[in-house]
């Protein structure tokens, strides 16, 4: 199947790019070898310039670093070029419509990057544009976060499916749910632990557990760490406030003692695991800094990795 899409490239031209789950499992391995072949060129110092003339928007309803700067230097790498629209700068900023913007960028750019608060806000804007969407991450979802995500765990350990990754603290958070779906559509099996209040979204986790049984994926969602992290192969986490959520610190760092991926819990993983985290990290919350800074941590290849994920992500939907 996978040999299909290498023989047809057209696939994915003109897609919005808004969660995992409306990829199948063949598209999003498709994806990670795309962005391995353009990595490969990359360091040979060959890249090709793919999308020469083609403009990129994105509109930042939040702060970012690795999103804003990988997307940006991914557009030039293929020959392209990037437009950053704050929200504090453009009209959207003051009112005018999710609708009305997504109709006049469309016919100034090729694809718009869209990173804001409300998942519904990207399903609109993909719904008016005439042009691929890309979803930066909402509250909801932080889907090419876990495509690169994907893309360092095949590389550390050769292979995605049969693995398991456990994802230990905010549930029902972006990060969580895109592992959630990535997991199963790759046949990865998936532990969250979470505090009670805070386990990820029932219709996720559902739609995870359904898509897990075709691929062979198996989901579980614990209030335990030590169940959820038990001989994993890959250990991730995630801060404890995410951004919006800034009023609710003091009462979230409370409810998430005992969900710190410390080396204690580590012990229970397997020998040999990885440990990712999305960044920003929260040294001495979510994360201890013998953790994140140790030999297991892989998560400056996992911040690289955006750049060649999104890549793959820009050259098939927008070449
Ligand atoms: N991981 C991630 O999305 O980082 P930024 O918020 O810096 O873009
Ligand atoms: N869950 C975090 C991810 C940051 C990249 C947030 O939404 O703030």
Known sequence: MLEAYKLNKQELKGKDFLQLSDFTTDEILYLLDVAQELKALQKQGTPEPHLSGKVLGMIFEKSSTRTRVSFEVGMLQLGGHAIFLSSKDIQLGRGESISDTAKVLSRYVDGIMIRTFSHESVEELAEHATVPVINGLTDLQHPTQVLADLLTILEHKGKLAGLKLCYIGDGNNNMAHSLMEGAAKVGMNISVASPAGYLPNGKITEQAIQVGKLTGSTVMVTNDPLEAIKEADVVVTDVWTSMGQEEETALRLAAFQG??????????????????????????????????????????DEAENRLHAQKAILKLLLA
């Open 259 to 300: 969900f710190q991926v410390n080396e204690e819990l580590c012990k229970h993983a397997k020998e040999d695991f990885i440990f990712l985290h999305c960044l920003p990290a929260h040294r001495g919350e979510e994360v201890t800094a013998e953790i994140i800074d140790g030999s297991h941590s892989v998560v400056f």
